[in-house]
T-cell receptor, first 114, second 110 residues
Framework: NAGVTQTPKFQVLKTGQSMTLQCAQD?????MSWYRQDPGMGLRLIHY???????DQGEVPNGYNVSRSTTEDFPLRLLSAAPSQTSVYFC?????????????FGPGTRLTVL | AQRVTQPEKLLSVFKGAPVELKCNYS??????LFWYVQYSRQRLQLLLR??SRESIKGFTADLNKGETSFHLKKPFAQEEDSAMYYC????????????FGTGTRLTIIP
């Protein structure tokens, strides 16, 4: 199993550009999430999904869109990039089964918005 | 709203000395607490969960509901323990959402 994969690893955008960060998992997990990691602020939840066709907002959703058309994929779209969105983005998935649920993280995408 | 506080951004400890990374939380219900670790150039991974009451890589963490704390401890630090550590809280029954603390960067001095 590849686990959770993310592409690209690095990206530089200009203010106003749009792009999609890709996330895929091959563990048949129900739950998928997007976090951003900023110095001194830890990881903050952007959007999450409890299954195909179902998404919801996290703590910092503004400026981002998500969709979940399949169990495997959970792309994150930046509609109009802003310098405040410069961050490292992590995708995570979990099975949602049982009380010992563990989130598995992808390797991250480092995004710079100029 | 739930909150996780890690008061130390940076912590340096000599090899062989005890380590304690502090984590406090605020939540009125029954939380699930976790410690995640991120080693250099590796992805974030689960280290401990309070439900399991396990010891991983010599680390333990006890949930103290009275003090609303979940401190991570290790009696003898090793150089490979140098990493970023995050305490996280999941609300009972809402497994897909984790609230993370701001993290503590642990450096073990040889």
């Amino acid at each position: 199993n590849a686990g959770v994969t993310q592409t690209p690893k690095f990206q530089v955008l200009k203010t106003g550009q749009s792009m999609t960060l890709q996330c895929a998992q091959d563990m048949n997990h129900e739950y998928m999430s997007w976090y951003r990691q900023d110095p001194g602020m830890g990881l903050r939840l952007i959007h999450y999904s409890v299954g195909a066709g179902i998404t919801d907002q996290g703590e910092v959703p503004n400026g981002y869109n998500v969709s979940r058309s399949t169990t495997e994929d959970f792309p994150l779209r930046l509609l109009s990039a802003a310098p405040s969105q410069t961050s490292v983005y992590f995708c995570a998935s979990s099975s949602g089964a049982g009380g010992l649920n563990e989130q598995f993280f992808g390797p991250g995408t480092r995004l710079t918005v100029l | 709203a739930q909150r996780v506080t890690q008061p130390e951004k940076l912590l340096s400890v000599f090899k062989g000395a005890p380590v304690e990374l502090k984590c406090n939380y605020s939540y009125s219900g029954s939380p699930e607490l976790f410690w995640y670790v991120q080693y250099s150039r590796q992805r974030l991974q689960l280290l401990l969960r309070h439900i399991s009451r396990e010891s991983i890589k010599g680390f333990t963490a006890d949930l103290n509901k009275g003090e609303t704390s979940f401190h991570l401890k290790k009696p003898f630090a090793q150089e490979e323990d140098s990493a970023m550590y995050y305490c996280a809280l999941r609300l009972g029954g809402r497994r897909e959402k984790l609230t993370f603390g701001t993290g503590t960067r642990l450096t073990i001095i040889p």
